[in-house]
C-alpha cells in the first residue's frame, strides 16, 4: 500500500511539470493554470536526498489538492548533484539559463551550496537550501539566500547546557572535514569556553577517510584521558566512525558520546548493525510537535517514521508554492516582455520577478508539518529540541527536552509542565550510557586517570631548610622519585586524594638539579606542568594571576599575604614634651577653660561675705584661683562659707581626679609604646633610605618587591629560614645585612614565633588568594580536588592538630600588622564631653540661682531701663 502511494505521488510530480516547448521565462500555461518552474538540486544517494525527493512531490500534491482554485502550479526540474560542488554549481548554471527557473530547492550539502549562492545573487533568484546547515555562511551575508532548516548555531546552545548539567570540564569534538563540520566547531568551542570547559583535541575526519585511517586516529583519542566525545558529523561518515568505535572497544563503560543532528535526526536509513553499536550514545536534534496535521499526514501517506528534514522539504514547498501564487502576475509579465530587455550577468538572465518572490517568501508564515514556519532574518528557528538515548535492540528513547526559556527538561511542554531542579536529576537518571552503565549509580566523571597504567607524575620543591614543617622531601638521587614526604601542604593534598570519589594513582619528582640543590623558583616548578613534564605540583605555592596562565589551581587550603616585618627600637625616648603628649591641644585648652570657670564661680558665690576674699582685685582673684589648683588635693588653706561653692568644687574635684586618672595611665601607655617603635613604618621610608630588605629565596614575593613595590634588584637579598632573617634584620643595611623583610604570612608567623619580642610588622597585607594545588589548565580533576580540600580545611579541629604537629612553637604575643603612634594613645576632648557638659550646666544654673536670689538680674535690668 505505501508503495502504491508514492508511485501515486512521483506520477503526479511529473505529470505537473507541464509542457516544456510553451516554457519562455520560468512560466508556462497548461490550461487556465500557470507552471512556474522551480529547480531542484539533490543527492539521490543520500539518506537526506532520497527522503526530500519524496517529500517534495508528497508536498505539492497536498497543496493544490487543498488550494485547486490557485491560479499557479509549481513545476520541477531535478537535477543530481553527486556531493561535488562543481556539479551542483554547473546543475544551477544549467538550471537558470537553460530551465529559466524562478527558484532553486537545494543543494544539499553545505559546500555546494556555497557556490550555488553566489550563482543566485547574481541572477537574483531565491535559492532555498533544506538541509544546507553550516554557519559559515547565512542569509544575512547572501540576500537571496535562504535556509528552511535549522542554522547549526542554534544547537549550540543545548549542547553547551547539557555538558554543564553533568559538570564535563574537557571535550574532544571529532567532525567531518567539510563545510558542515569546519563552519560549526569555531562556535561550538568558544561557548564551551565560556562554561570553563576545554575543547581538549579536535579530531577531522575525512569523508574519504579509510578504516585503517579512522582507526588509527580512533586509537590516538583513546590513549588520552578524557572521555567526552561530541560528534558533528554527517551520516555516511558517522556510520563508519560509531563501527570502528565499537570494535576499539570505545563504545565501554566510562565514555560519553554526543551526537548532533547531523547523525541524530537519519538513524533510521542507517544500518542496524551500526546502531547497534551506538548503544548508550545521547542525541540531540529538533522537536517536531505531534500536531493533528502531523498525524493525518502520516495516515494518509503510510508514513510511520518521519523525518525533519523530510518536513523540512514538505514546509518548503508550500511557501514557495503559496509565495509564487502571490507574485504569479509579474511572472505574466515578464514573459511578455520581449527577450533583448532582459538584463544578463555573466551569460545569467536576471530575474524580474526574484525579488518579489524573495520578498513574499520571508514574509510567508503558517503551521507546517514541523511546526511554526516563520522565517526569520532568512532562515529557520528551532526553539525546542529533544534529547535521545539510543538503545540497543530497542532503538531511540526520548529521555528530555530543551528549550530557550526553560532549559532541558523531561516533560516537552505540552501537557504544561515546566521545568524544575527535580526534573533534571530525573533526566539523568534516564541515561544509559556505553556499556550498559546506568546513570543511578553516578554520571561518567568524562575523564579517566590512569591511562595505560600511567601514574600522576606530580612534582615537589625542594622547600627553603627553616621551612621544612611546610614540606619536606627525600629522593633518589638517581630517578628523582620522592622516597619519602611529609609536611603541612603534603598531609592536605593526601587528605583531599582520600576524600574523591575515585583512585588516582600517582608518584612524587623532587624538582632538584644533578646536584641536589633547587632546580629553579616556584614559578619554573610550575612552568613545568605546561611543558608537560608533571601532571601536578604540590606544595606552597601561591596563587596569583600571573601563574593562572599556565596552571590551574584548586581551592586556598591556607591563608596568604605579604607582611613586612621590621625591627623594633629598643631605647626609650628622648623627647622632653613627652609629658605633655597624654592630652591632646583640645582637652588641655578644655580644662583651662574649666579652671578659670571654676574661679570666677567661687568668686561670685563668695565675694559678698567671705572675709578673706576681700581686699584689692588681685588679691582677690589670686585667692579664687587657688581653690582651683588646690582643691583637687584638699591643699588649700582658705574656707568657703557658702554651700553653692562647696558644690562647685566638689564637682570640680571629680572632674579633676577623672582628668588626672586618665592622664596617668595615658603616660603611662605612651611610654612603653614610645619604647616599642618600629625601625622603619612603612616602604616608602625604606625606600628614601635607600635601605637593603630580604625575602625567601625562590618565592614569588621577589617580583612583587621589584613590580609592585618599586624596589631596586640590586636592594634585595635572599634568605632560607628564620634564623637568617633575625641574623640580616640584626645587623641592619648598613652592616651588610638587611633593614625589613618581606615575605608570606604562614612563614612570618612562624619566623615572629620565635623573635617576636624583636621584631614587628607594619605596614598592610599585600594580598594574594592564598596557597593551592596546582593543576594543567582545564585538568578535570581540578574540581574534584578543590571541594576536597574545602571539605578538609573545613575541618577546624583537624586544621589545629596539624598545625600543631608541624609548627610546635607558637606565639604567645600578639602579632599585628601595624604599630599604633603615640598620637593614636593621646586622649581629646570628645573623651571627656559627658563630663564637661555636666559641670557646665551645673555651674550655669548655680549662677542663675545667686543672680536672681540677690536681685543682681533685677538691678541690671532697672539700670538698664
Not at 575515585?502 to 616548578?525: C, I, K, M
Not at 587657688?626 to 574635684?653: M, Y
Request: net charge positive; aromatic share 12%; glycine share 6%.
Amino acid at each position: 500500500m505505501a508503495n502504491l502511494c508514492m508511485f501515486i505521488v512521483l506520477l503526479l510530480g511529473i505529470t505537473s511539470y507541464g509542457s516544456s516547448a510553451a516554457f519562455e521565462n520560468g512560466t508556462s500555461s497548461v490550461g487556465s493554470k500557470k507552471v512556474v518552474r522551480v529547480g531542484v538540486i539533490l543527492d539521490p544517494d543520500s539518506g537526506v536526498g532520497k527522503m526530500a525527493q519524496n517529500y517534495i512531490y508528497m508536498a505539492h500534491s497536498d497543496f493544490y489538492a487543498t488550494y485547486p482554485n490557485y491560479q499557479t502550479r509549481l513545476s520541477f526540474s531535478v537535477k543530481t548533484s553527486g556531493r561535488d560542488a562543481v556539479v551542483a554549481a554547473s546543475a544551477a548554471l544549467d538550471l537558470m539559463k537553460n530551465d529559466g527557473v524562478q527558484a532553486i530547492i537545494g543543494p544539499e550539502w553545505s559546500t555546494e551550496a556555497k557556490f550555488v549562492i553566489n550563482l543566485g545573487k547574481k541572477a537574483q533568484i531565491p535559492i532555498i537550501s533544506i538541509s544546507a546547515s553550516s554557519p559559515s555562511f547565512s542569509p544575512s551575508q547572501s540576500p537571496f539566500f535562504i535556509r528552511t532548516c535549522q542554522d547549526d548555531n542554534s544547537q549550540i546552545k543545548p549542547l553547551v547546557s547539557i555538558v554543564q548539567q553533568f559538570r564535563w570540564r574537557q571535550v574532544i569534538v571529532i567532525y567531518e572535514d567539510t563545510e558542515f563540520g569546519n563552519g560549526f566547531i569555531p562556535y561550538l568551542t568558544d561557548s564551551l569556553q565560556k562554561i570553563d570547559t576545554r575543547v581538549l583535541y579536535r579530531s577531522v575526519i575525512s569523508p574519504s577517510s579509510t578504516q585503517l585511517n579512522i582507526s588509527k586516529e580512533l586509537a590516538k583519542i583513546k590513549a588520552m584521558e578524557t572521555r567526552v566525545l561530541l560528534v558533528h558529523m554527517t551520516a555516511s561518515v558517522g556510520s563508519k566512525v560509531f563501527s570502528i568505535a565499537k570494535q576499539e572497544g570505545m563504545m565501554s563503560e566510562g565514555y560519553v558520546w554526543i551526537i548532533t543532528d547531523g547523525l541524530s535526526t537519519l538513524l533510521d536509513p542507517i544500518e542496524k548493525n551500526v546502531t547497534d553499536s551506538m548503544h548508550g550514545v545521547l542525541g540531540l536534534r529538533p522537536y517536531v510537535p505531534n500536531t493533528k496535521q502531523l498525524k493525518e499526514f502520516k495516515t494518509r501517506f503510510n508514513v510511520s517514521e518521519i523525518n525533519i528534514y523530510g518536513l523540512w522539504a514538505y514546509d518548503t514547498i508550500w511557501a514557495l508554492a503559496k509565495a509564487v501564487e502571490s507574485v504569479s502576475h509579474l511572472d505574466l509579465n515578464a514573459s511578455a516582455q520581449s527577450r533583448h530587455r532582459n538584463r544578463e550577468v555573466f551569460g545569467l538572465r536576471v530575474s524580474e520577478s526574484g525579488p518579489q518572490l524573495l520578498e513574499k517568501l520571508l514574509s510567508t508564515r503558517f503551521k507546517g508539518l514541523s511546526g511554526e514556519f516563520h522565517l526569520i532574518r532568512g532562515q529557520l528557528e528551532v526553539e525546542k529540541f529533544e534529547i535521545i538515548n539510543l538503545r540497543e535492540k530497542k532503538g531511540e528513547e526520548v529521555i528530555g527536552y530543551w528549550t530557550a526559556k526553560k532549559g532541558i527538561n523531561i516533560d516537552s511542554g505540552e501537557n504544561g509542565k515546566a521545568a524544575n531542579s527535580s526534573s533534571i536529576d530525573e533526566l539523568k537518571e534516564r541515561v544509559i550510557w556505553p556499556g550498559n552503565y546506568h546513570a543511578k549509580v553516578a554520571p561518567p566523571n568524562g575523564w579517566v586517570i590512569p591511562v595505560s597504567g600511567k601514574k600522576l607524575r606530580i612534582g615537589v620543591p625542594l622547600t627553603a631548610a627553616g621551612f621544612k614543617g611546610f614540606l619536606d622531601i627525600k629522593w633518589d638521587n638517581k630517578t628523582l622519585k620522592v622516597t619519602n614526604i611529609t609536611g603541612f601542604c603534603y598531609e592536605i593534598f593526601a587528605a583531599a586524594l582520600e576524600k574523591l570519589p575515585f583512585d588516582v594513582p600517582h608518584e612524587f619528582f623532587a624538582y632538584v638539579n644533578d646536584s641536589g640543590q633547587s632546580n629553579g623558583t616556584y614559578d619554573d616548578l610550575l612552568y613545568q606542568i605546561k611543558l608537560q613534564k608533571y601532571d601536578a605540583v604540590v606544595a606552597d605555592t601561591t596563587i596569583v594571576a600571573n601563574r593562572t596562565t599556565f596552571v590551574d589551581f584548586t581551592l586556598p587550603y591556607s591563608e596568604s599575604g605579604v607582611w613586612m616585618v621590621v625591627k623594633v627600637k629598643d631605647e626609650k625616648t628622648k623627647d622632653i614634651w613627652i609629658f605633655l603628649k597624654p592630652l591632646r591641644w583640645d582637652l588641655w585648652l578644655t580644662l583651662a577653660i574649666a579652671f578659670f570657670s571654676t574661679g570666677f564661680i567661687v568668686w561670685i558665690l563668695e565675694h559678698r561675705t567671705n572675709t578673706d576674699l576681700k581686699g584689692p582685685r588681685h588679691k582677690q582673684i589670686g585667692k579664687v584661683f587657688l581653690f582651683s589648683f588646690l582643691t583637687p588635693v584638699f591643699a588649700h588653706g582658705d574656707r568657703v562659707e557658702s554651700n553653692w561653692s562647696r558644690f562647685v568644687l566638689t564637682i570640680w574635684v571629680f572632674v579633676a581626679f577623672i582628668v588626672t586618672q586618665s592622664y596617668t595611665a595615658s603616660l603611662a601607655s605612651m611610654l612603653t609604646v614610645q619604647s616599642l617603635q618600629p625601625s622603619f613604618v612603612d616602604v616608602n621610608e625604606l625606600r628614601m633610605n635607600d635601605c637593603y630588605v630580604g625575602y625567601l629565596e625562590n618565592s614569588y614575593v621577589r617580583e612583587l618587591l621589584i613590580g609592585q613595590l618599586n624596589f631596586k634588584e640590586s636592594r634585595l637579598r635572599h634568605y632560607a629560614s628564620p634564623e637568617e632573617y633575625h641574623h640580616a634584620l640584626s645587623k641592619g643595611s648598613k652592616n651588610g645585612g638587611v633593614d625589613a623583610v618581606f615575605d608570606e604570612i604562614p612563614y612570618l608567623k612562624l619566623f615572629l614565633a620565635k623573635y617576636c619580642s624583636r621584631y614587628t610588622t607594619v605596614g598592610p597585607t599585600y594580598k594574594s588568594d592564598g596557597w593551592g594545588f596546582a593543576f594543567p589548565v582545564g585538568s578535570p580533576l581540578v574540581p574534584y580536588m578543590s571541594r576536597a580540600t574545602l571539605n578538609e580545611t573545613e575541618d577546624h579541629t583537624k586544621m589545629q592538630k596539624l598545625e600543631l604537629k608541624y609548627f610546635s612553637y607558637r606565639s604567645k604575643c600578639q602579632v599585628s600588622s601595624s604599630t599604633s603612634s603615640a598620637d593614636s594613645h593621646s586622649l581629646n576632648a570628645l573623651s571627656f564631653a559627658g563630663l564637661f557638659i555636666i559641670m557646665g550646666l551645673t555651674f550655669f544654673l548655680l549662677c542663675l540661682i545667686f543672680l536672681v536670689k540677690y536681685g543682681y538680674i533685677r538691678t541690671c535690668l532697672l539700670a538698664m531701663l
